[in-house]
């Protein structure tokens, strides 16, 4: 029955789904950011606090699921 649940916690790239979250999350973070940083180059000063937001958040959060999903992953190899 364990196998069957990690089966299909485990997607066809052999990544966890929880990885695969934390991978969407952190590169969408870490686009925001790079808008960020391209709109205050380009002069603009009053930048959106929405996307400010996601850049100061969604990053992290994405990093620290895929740490969790790595952390994860080296137990269950230790345990299984």
């Known amino acids: 029955m ?11 790239t052999g990544k966890p789904i929880l990885m695969r979250i934390g991978i969407g999350l952190f590169a969408i973070g870490m ?6 940083f391209v709109m205050f180059a380009a002069g603009l000063e009053n ?4 996307l400010s937001a996601v850049a100061g958040v969604v990053t992290p959060l994405g990093l620290l ?7 994860r992953e ?7």
């Open 31 to 36: 686009l925001a950011v790079l808008a960020v």
């Open 2 to 12: 364990d196998s069957v649940t990690k089966e299909t916690a485990v997607a066809a």
């Open 65 to 71: 699921l895929g740490l969790i999903a790595l952390v």
């Open 47 to 50: 930048l959106p606090v929405w």
């Open 74 to 80: 080296a137990r269950a190899g230790k345990h299984g």
